[in-house]
Antibody, heavy 122, light 107 residues
Framework: QVQLQESGPGLVRPSGTLSLTCAVS?????????WSWVRQPPGKGLEWIGE???????NCNPSLKSRITMSVDKSKNQFSLELSSVTAADTAVYYC???????????????WGQGTTVTVSS | DIQMTQSPSSLSASVGDRVTITCRAS??????LGWYQQKPGKAPKRLIY???SLQTGVPSRFSGSGSGTDFTLTISSLQPEDFATYYC?????????FGQGTKVQIK
């Protein structure tokens, strides 16, 4: 049973960089799956941020692309998100999730972490 | 971007009611859509994948239908634990996009 766990600072200063890590346990990180980030501002809906493959290939939301860096650490079974030049609008709960993919196709986000709250404030 | 228009944004219903939530895509997304349930303070939980396939462990009162641009999530007999917010998510194109959400409240 694959489990995901986000970690990172809960408070980031404006204009700083938000850095989060998602640890993958209970399954092979270097499988055919994509590893994704989703966020949810307080009281609002869900926004897809981007995804990374174990090879390092990425797909990002164009609305955030210029500020996003994603990476993988296969030795630690984890992947990471960096969001630069943050403002109060980046305050949100950030989730990591698995995008399930097998030979026959991609089947969407099936396993989610519990989420971590990040507040941008001075 | 593919826009996902979800309706209604909220609804009030009673235990035992049949509830229907719809998502309309701005272009053909085949069956590449999932439905999620989110309770306050919790991560989303997938109920339906590939538009109509029930996720393992999800009660059979949940069902999904549709293909192309129009999709429906149905709860056949609403239970107390079903009061939550529901989202659709398309994965046909990039960026992946969610519907705005439907909050199901107690009448």
């Amino acid at each position: 049973q694959v489990q995901l766990q986000e970690s990172g600072p809960g408070l980031v200063r404006p204009s700083g960089t938000l850095s989060l890590t998602c640890a993958v346990s209970g399954g092979s990180f270097s499988s055919t799956n994509w590893w994704s980030w989703v966020r949810q501002p307080p009281g609002k809906g869900l926004e897809w941020i981007g995804e990374i493959y174990h090879s390092g290939s990425t797909n990002c939301n164009p609305s955030l692309k210029s500020r996003i860096t994603m990476s993988v650490d296969k030795s630690k079974n984890q992947f990471s998100l960096e969001l630069s030049s943050v403002t109060a609008a980046d305050t949100a709960v950030y989730y990591c999730a698995r995008g399930y993919q097998v030979l026959l196709g991609y089947y969407g986000l099936d396993v989610w972490g519990q989420g971590t709250t990040v507040t941008v404030s001075s | 971007d593919i826009q996902m228009t979800q309706s209604p944004s909220s609804l009030s219903a009673s235990v035992g009611d049949r509830v229907t939530i719809t998502c309309r895509a701005s272009q053909d997304i085949r069956n590449e859509l999932g439905w999620y349930q989110q309770k306050p303070g919790k991560a989303p939980k997938r109920l339906i994948y590939a538009a109509s396939s029930l996720q393992t462990g999800v009660p059979s009162r949940f069902s999904g239908s549709g293909s192309g641009t129009d999709f429906t999530l149905t709860i056949s007999s609403l239970q107390p634990e079903d009061f939550a917010t529901y989202y659709c998510l398309q994965h046909n194109g990039y960026p992946r996009t969610f519907g705005q959400g439907t909050k199901v409240q107690i009448k």
